[in-house]
């Protein structure tokens, strides 16, 4: 008897997305007629992709799970997650797979398991994606990568820098960016820039370009990049303080997370926003947009860079358990107070608000909404990026990194007689 999967979140192509967050789904026999439960295993059978389940919403899914599925057809409900460090490599990679007893395989469903990788290790056919994705967005100069350029300048620049909402504000931006491109290819999630280690990979004609003696940004012909086109002007510039093969000029992942210390409070940790953050834009030569704040988001690289001061944070929270905006330590007032940085307080320019002490204008609409999950909603606030996998929260924001598990916080232990 045929039994089907359903997961929600499917997009108009009855495509499902993944992370390494539990999404609770059902299977049920369709056209039953039997008069007693029948009994079947969920298992993970795709090629790449690994996947868990669960009874529950619980941070130790497992490979099979046995469900006794109601004869009347009636659903069950169980929990689906990507398995840590097995994620997607395209789409239907990753299989969920329904045996009987005897072991015929009587469901099955694909899905994607997408996952934010590091750029250095990136398998070339995502890297293509992500270029083509990119290169679609910009059209020339004419594509909504207009709007990221226009939201990131000197007259916005308090709006997320120099404050406690840098690390909130830029993940929002990340995400804003990645589902515009998911837009043009489901498929599609920012890779990371690792800065404190080489990424020869990353420098390359096939990536994100070769700098030659003149800073000029070089690409193999054809490169989805080739055309790349802000403030009007045609390509990128990049030179670097650095050996192109080696780390930028900051500080260890290890002494980043170090920075929280002492009590791993982010009033520390926000430092980050100097070294390693600042330092790597400034890993670059002064003539290269991404070492100004204002020109920054000219080179694309940008957000590759940002994923990483993301992924930084979203490390931290998961080590340090700071996913609850509520908790005194992961997250401070702003200094000096200014609106924008508050838990409470809307972020531009996807709240509209325009004129003092907000910019002139506000770039970019609405933040974009997604199938996968209704967080952080169109108008978000500060406190709406702290949970990014959803372990405090009832919802993620839809998007993992390859080295930050899905990890339910510790239960508080009532105090005793
Ligand atoms: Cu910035």
């Known amino acids: 008897m045929p039994v089907q999967i359903d997961i929600p979140g499917a997009d108009a192509q009855g495509r499902v997305f993944l992370t390494w967050t539990p999404v609770q789904a059902t299977a049920r026999l369709v056209g039953g007629t039997a008069t ?80 934010r990788k590091n750029a250095q290790t990136l398998p070339a056919p995502e890297r293509d ?38 690390l909130p504000w830029h993940r929002a931006y990340v995400l804003d960016l990645e589902r515009a491109l998911q837009a043009i290819d489901a498929t599609v999630a920012v ?15 096939d990536f994100m370009g070769q ?11 054809g490169h989805a990049l080739e055309h790349w086109v802000t403030d009007s002007r045609l390509g990128i510039t990049r030179g670097f303080n650095f ?19 002492p009590g791993d409070v982010f009033a520390g940790f926000h430092d980050m926003e100097g070294d390693p953050h600042g330092n790597a834009h400034t890993s670059f030569t002064r003539i290269s947009p991404i070492s100004q704040v204002p020109l920054a ?17 979203a490390k931290w929270q998961w080590v340090k358990h700071r996913e609850n905006s509520t908790d005194a330590s992961a997250y401070a007032p702003p200094s000096p107070p200014r609106i924008g940085h ?22 970019g609409g609405r933040f974009p909404t997604t199938v996968v999950t209704p967080a952080p909603g169109q ?21 993992a990194y390859d080295d930050v598990p899905f990890e339910l916080p510790p239960t508080v232990v009532a105090g005793g007689p």
């Open 36 to 115: 007693g439960p029948v009994n079947v295993s969920l298992s993970s059978a795709g090629t790449v992709g690994g996947l868990v389940f669960d009874t529950v919403r619980s941070s130790q899914g497992a490979a099979t799970l046995q469900l006794a599925l109601p004869g009347n057809g009636q659903p069950t409900t169980f929990w689906i997650a990507g398995e840590f460090q097995k994620p997607s490599s395209a789409y239907g990679d990753a299989v969920v797979q329904a045996k009987d007893t005897t072991g015929n395989v009587v469901g099955s469903k694909a899905v994607m398991v997408r996952i």
């Open 129 to 166: 994606r992500y270029l083509a994705a990119l290169g679609t967005l910009n059209a020339q100069g004419q594509g909504a990568y207009k709007d990221f350029r226009d939201m990131h300048t000197a007259a916005s620049n308090f709006e997320m820098h120099g404050n406690m909402g840098f």
């Open 191 to 205: 890779p990371y820039w690792r800065f404190d280690k080489g990424a020869a990979a990353l420098f390359t004609q």
């Open 211 to 221: 700098s030659d003696a003149n800073a000029n940004v070089v690409f193999r012909p």
């Open 243 to 261: 050996p192109v093969g080696g780390p930028a000029h900051v500080i260890s992942e290890f002494d980043t997370f170090a920075l929280g210390e």
């Open 297 to 313: 988001v000219r080179d694309p690289l940008f957000f590759m860079l940002h994923a990483n001061v993301d992924r930084l944070w």
């Open 342 to 363: 508050n838990l409470g307080d809307t972020m531009w320019p996807w709240n509209g608000i325009t004129g003092r002490p907000r910019p002139p204008t506000a770039p």
């Open 379 to 399: 108008t978000p606030k500060v406190q709406d990026m702290f949970d990014h996998l959803g372990v405090v929260s009832t919802n993620s924001l839809g998007y």
